[in-house]
C-alpha cells in the first residue's frame, strides 16, 4: 500500500485553516515570529487534535511586517537560539492542550536558505536535536536541509509541492518567474500523483525529473487552497495512495 503525509502551514491568519485541516494530515502551526501568538497556537493545536491531524512547529525569522519571506543571514548560534525559543512555546502550548509534537518545519525564506545553504541547514539541525531528536524535520527533497539533518542524526521528511513549478535542478521555481505557481487544482492534483505514485516531477521546462519525497505541502494561501487541498487528496485516493501522517 502507498501511503503519503499531506501537511499544511496553518495558524499565520488564514481564514482557510479548520478545513485545511480536513485534508491534511500534518499541520505546521506557525509559532508566533513570522505570524501567530500563544492563542492561534492553542487554537490551531487544539482544531488538529481533534481532527486526528499531527502537530508540528512552524517556526520562522521574527519578521511580521514581511511574514518571515525575506532572508535574514544569522550567525549559527543565534539561529538555533531562534529555532529553540519558537520550539519552546510551541511545546508547551501543545503537551498543555495534550498533543505531542511530532515535526518542525521551517517556514519561508528560512526553509529556502535551508534547503541550499549547508550552514543554515546544520544551525536549525543542531537546533531540532538539541531540543529533542525525536522529532521529523521537514525539508525540500534533495536539499541540503535534508543532507544536514540525516548527518546529525534526525529522521527526516522530504517534502515535494502539489502547486508549485520545479527548475531542471530539483529547486522550486522562484517566485519571482512566471509559471512558478501552479494555479489549476487538476494539474496540481496530477503533480501529486506523479510524486506520489512513481517519483517524478515534471520540471517547469518540461524535463522529468525523479524526487523521493515523504510528504506533500498543500499551501492554506492560495485564492481556492481548499479547492486544491481537495483536489489532491481525492486524485491520491483515487489512484489508491493513502493520506497519512508520518507517526
Do not use: W
Not at 543571514?73 to 519552546?88: A, K, R
Request: charged letters at 20%; aromatic letters at 6%.
Amino acid at each position: 500500500m502507498r501511503t503519503i503525509d499531506l501537511n499544511c502551514d496553518v495558524g499565520e491568519g488564514c481564514p482557510t485553516d479548520a478545513e485545511m485541516l480536513g485534508y491534511a494530515t500534518s499541520a505546521n502551526i506557525a509559532c508566533g515570529f513570522h505570524a501567530g501568538d500563544v492563542d492561534t497556537i492553542a487554537r490551531t493545536v487544539y482544531a488538529a487534535l481533534n481532527l486526528g491531524v499531527a502537530v508540528g512547529a512552524h517556526p520562522g525569522y521574527r519578521d511580521r511586517g514581511r511574514f518571515g519571506r525575506v532572508e535574514m543571514p544569522l550567525p549559527s548560534e543565534d539561529l538555533q537560539t531562534l529555532i529553540t525559543d519558537q520550539l519552546e512555546t510551541f511545546t508547551e502550548i501543545a503537551c498543555r492542550i495534550g498533543a505531542k509534537p511530532t515535526h518542525v518545519k521551517p517556514h519561508g525564506a528560512l526553509y529556502n536558505l535551508s534547503a541550499r545553504d549547508a550552514s543554515t541547514a546544520e544551525a536549525i539541525a543542531n537546533a531540532v536535536f538539541k531540543f529533542d531528536p525525536e522529532l521529523i524535520l521537514y525539508g525540500l527533497a534533495g536539499s541540503a536541509s535534508i543532507t544536514a539533518a540525516v548527518d546529525r542524526g534526525l529522521r527526516v521528511a522530504a517534502e515535494a509541492f502539489a502547486d508549485r513549478t520545479y527548475s531542471n535542478d530539483g529547486s522550486l521555481t522562484p517566485r519571482s518567474r512566471p509559471g512558478a505557481l501552479i494555479t489549476r487544482a487538476d494539474v496540481a492534483a496530477r503533480q501529486a500523483i506523479a510524486i506520489a505514485m512513481d517519483g517524478v516531477v515534471e520540471s517547469i521546462d518540461g524535463s522529468t525529473l525523479p524526487i523521493l519525497a515523504d510528504t506533500i505541502c498543500l499551501h492554506g494561501d492560495s485564492p481556492d487552497a481548499v479547492g486544491f487541498a481537495a483536489a489532491v487528496r481525492h486524485g491520491l485516493e483515487a489512484h489508491g495512495i493513502v493520506a497519512r501522517s508520518l507517526l
